[in-house]
């Protein structure tokens, strides 16, 4: 599982807005859709298809929450999850600007014009889309020193959901909080889904501890 900082994940939406393969004159709509999704699962801890399939119903935004069903989740586990303060309002504005009643991620007609008919984006779109990006973004091999030797990583989109796990760690949240997050039925999944440190992180324990 591969760890994106904030500054990567920002590189990573930045990617988004300089994408020159838009094949159509206003591509603003796909530019935020596209944004919106990759803060989906960073935010949210959504898996792939958990985007793909989200929905305006599932969001409730007087209480700042969404909803996975439970015919989405692959567990088939329905779940409650906060949605941040930081990511909330970016929604909202999404949703508003373009009147979006159903599909949060609606597909578009060769004309570039999104169609409520045409559905919304399968999960294989929202891989293709994001493996577009990394590549943008020069994320296709990192340098990874969460273990001991340098070893080159591909990033993949589902290291977002792993990111989403590991802030909250880090944050001090207790892992029980983190398994319902996440949706997962045991702490042995949830476990695989939190980082290794790095060697900066294992310096400050050391010295926090022997000081």
Known sequence: MFFYSEIQFC???ESVENNKSWQFKDPSYYVDRDKVMLMMSYYL?????EV????V???DFENDLYFVHQSIAKNKKARIIPIPDVFCSFLKCYVDEYNLDSWLFLSRDQK????ESLGHLTSYAVGFRFRIYRK?????SLKDYSKDGKKLS???FHDLRGTYATNLDKAGIRLKVIQNLLGHSHLFSTERYLCDSNLEERKQAVNSVFD
Request: aromatic residues 4%.
């Open 11 to 13: 590189k990573l939406l």
């Open 45 to 49: 801890g959504l898996r792939k298809n």
């Open 52 to 55: 793909a399939n989200a929905s």
């Open 57 to 59: 119903d599932c969001i």
């Open 112 to 115: 570039g014009k999104q169609r």
């Open 136 to 140: 943008l973004a020069g994320f296709n």
């Open 154 to 156: 591909l990033m993949r």
